[in-house]
C-alpha cells in the first residue's frame, strides 16, 4: 500500500500536468461541456475521488471533437480507474489512447506506481508488444507515410470561406481541423497558439488572400516530392543506423509554424514554404518576407525536422548553448542529407558578422536566454535576422564533424550529447571563429 506522502506526490505531480494542459484546451478546443467534465475530473481527483474523477475524464474524453484532445482524458482515466482498482477500464481507456489518440510514453506507462495493477494483465503486455512492433517498423526509411490529406481538405474549406467568410471561425474548426488528420490537429493544439489559436489563423487568412491564391497550385503538388523525401529518408539512415522515420504530414497552418515534431512524427506548415517566383509578398510582415521560401526548398526542412527526430537520446537543459546545438544540429545533418541547410539565409547574412555573433553569443550561452536567438522573429529588423542561434549551431556542428576522421561517428556523437559543454570544446569552434582559423 502507498504511503501517504508517496500517493500525495503522485497525486500532485498529476493534477500538475492536468493543469498544465487545461490551459491550452481551454483556449483552443472550444468546448464548454468538455471543459466542465474536466474542471470536475480535477476536482475529484484531487479529492482522492477516483472511481468519479475517473468516469468524469472518461465523460470529458468522449465530449471532445479532436482527437488530439482526446489523448489526454484517455490517459488521465486510465490513471484513476486503475487508482480505484478497476483494471478493466484501466486498460480500457489506455488501449484507446494508444492505438485512436497516439499516446506513446511507454516510460510513464512503465514506471509509474499507480498503474501496477494493470501491468500484471496479458492485455497490458499484448499493447506495449503493439507499440513496440510500430516502433520497430520506423527503422525503415520506405515505411514511412508522405501524408497530404490535409493539405486538399484546406483547400475544400477555403473555397467555402471564400464565398461567404462571415462565420470562418466555426467552418474552419468543423470542416478542416475536426475531419483532419490527428497529424493536424495536434499541430493546431500545440502550434496555432503561436499566432493566436484560430481568430489569429482566421485572421492570417483575412489580410493574406493574395498571398493564399499564388501558392496554392504549390501546395497541391507536394506529393510530388515523395522520392525526394524518401531519398532523404535513407540518406540519413546511411549516416546514422539507428534513426527513425516516423510519418510526415503537411498542413496548411496560416502560419502558425514551419515545421514541428510531435508523437505523431513530422508535421510541416507548408504554406511558409510554397512560394514560387510569381508569389506576392506585400501582404507579408519583415520576418514572413524573411522566412517565406520557395516550394523547391520545402524538402530542405522536412530534412531538419527528421533530424529533431532522432534527438531523444540527447540530454536535455534550459541553456541557449544546449538549444542552439540542437536546433543548427538539424540544419547541418539536415543539409548532409538534403544537400541545402533549412535556414540558408542566416548563413548569407553572417558572412563578415561570424566573430561579432559568436562574442555575442558567448556572453548568454549558458544561461536561459534560446528567447534572444530562436524563435525570436519580433527581434527580426531589416538590418539583422532573428534565428541567429540556428547559425551558431550550426558552426559548432561544422567544426566538430570538420575535425573527425570519422565522420559517421561524428554524426552519432552529435545525436547523442550527454554534455553540451565538452561538445563545444572538442569542436574548437572558439578558436576557429575567435582567430578565423579554417
Not at 486498460?91 to 489518440?101: D, E, F, N, R, T
Not at 510500430?134 to 520506405?142: H, I, R, V
Not at 500545440?190 to 493564399?212: A, V
Not at 556572453?363 to 524563435?375: G, P, Q, V
Amino acid at each position: 500500500m502507498k504511503s501517504p506522502t508517496l500517493l500525495k506526490a503522485v497525486q500532485l505531480g498529476v493534477l500538475a500536468m492536468l493543469l498544465l494542459f487545461s490551459k491550452t484546451i481551454f483556449s483552443q478546443d472550444f468546448n464548454p461541456e468538455a471543459d466542465r467534465y474536466q474542471k470536475l475530473a480535477d476536482s475529484l481527483g484531487e479529492a482522492k475521488q477516483y472511481k468519479a474523477a475517473a468516469r468524469s475524464y472518461h465523460a470529458e474524453g468522449e465530449a471532445r471533437k479532436m482527437l488530439a484532445y482526446k489523448r489526454q482524458p484517455a490517459v488521465n482515466a486510465t490513471y484513476f480507474y486503475s487508482m480505484a482498482q478497476m483494471p478493466d477500464s484501466a486498460l480500457a481507456s489506455l488501449q484507446k489512447a494508444v492505438k485512436q489518440y497516439g499516446f506513446t510514453n511507454r516510460k510513464w506507462m512503465d514506471s509509474e506506481i499507480g498503474l501496477a495493477p494493470i501491468r500484471k494483465n496479458k492485455a497490458y503486455s499484448d499493447l506495449i508488444r503493439y507499440m513496440t512492433d510500430k516502433q520497430n517498423a520506423q527503422l525503415d526509411p520506405d515505411r514511412a507515410a508522405v501524408i497530404t490529406s490535409d493539405i486538399t481538405l484546406f483547400w475544400k474549406a477555403y473555397d467555402q470561406y471564400k464565398k461567404d467568410p462571415s462565420n470562418a471561425q466555426k467552418l474552419f474548426l468543423t470542416e478542416y481541423f475536426e475531419k483532419g488528420t490527428l497529424n493536424l490537429q495536434e499541430y493546431y493544439r500545440i502550434k496555432t497558439p503561436n499566432i493566436g489559436g484560430i481568430q489569429g489563423f482566421i485572421h492570417n487568412l483575412e489580410i493574406m488572400p493574395e498571398y493564399y491564391a499564388s501558392i496554392r497550385a504549390k501546395t497541391e503538388q507536394v506529393s510530388t516530392l515523395e522520392d525526394s523525401i524518401r531519398v532523404i529518408f535513407r540518406n540519413l539512415k546511411d549516416w546514422y543506423k539507428p534513426a527513425t522515420f516516423p510519418n510526415v504530414t503537411f498542413v496548411i497552418g496560416g502560419w502558425s509554424s514551419g515545421g514541428t515534431v510531435t508523437n505523431y512524427g513530422s508535421i510541416m506548415g507548408v504554406d511558409m514554404q510554397a512560394a514560387g517566383a510569381e508569389t506576392p509578398t506585400h501582404e507579408l510582415n519583415l520576418w514572413q518576407k524573411k522566412n517565406m521560401l520557395p516550394f523547391k526548398e520545402l524538402k530542405n526542412v522536412v530534412a531538419h525536422e527528421l533530424v529533431h527526430v532522432q534527438q531523444n537520446n540527447m540530454a536535455g537543459d534550459t541553456t541557449l548553448l544546449c538549444h542552439a546545438i540542437k536546433e543548427g544540429m538539424a540544419d547541418f545533418i539536415g543539409e548532409l542529407i538534403s544537400g541545402r541547410t533549412a535556414n540558408a539565409r542566416l548563413h548569407v547574412w553572417a558572412v563578415g558578422n561570424e566573430k561579432k555573433v559568436w562574442e555575442e553569443f558567448k556572453k548568454e550561452m549558458y544561461l536561459d536566454r534560446y528567447s534572444n536567438w530562436i524563435a525570436n522573429s519580433s527581434q527580426e529588423t531589416a538590418d539583422r535576422p532573428s534565428d541567429l542561434g540556428y547559425w551558431v549551431g550550426y558552426q559548432i556542428c561544422k567544426a566538430y564533424f570538420d575535425q573527425a576522421t570519422d565522420k559517421k561517428k561524428a554524426v552519432s556523437d552529435m545525436l547523442n550529447i550527454k554534455d553540451y559543454r565538452a561538445f563545444l570544446t572538442h569542436s574548437k569552434i572558439d578558436e576557429k571563429l575567435t582567430e578565423g582559423r579554417k
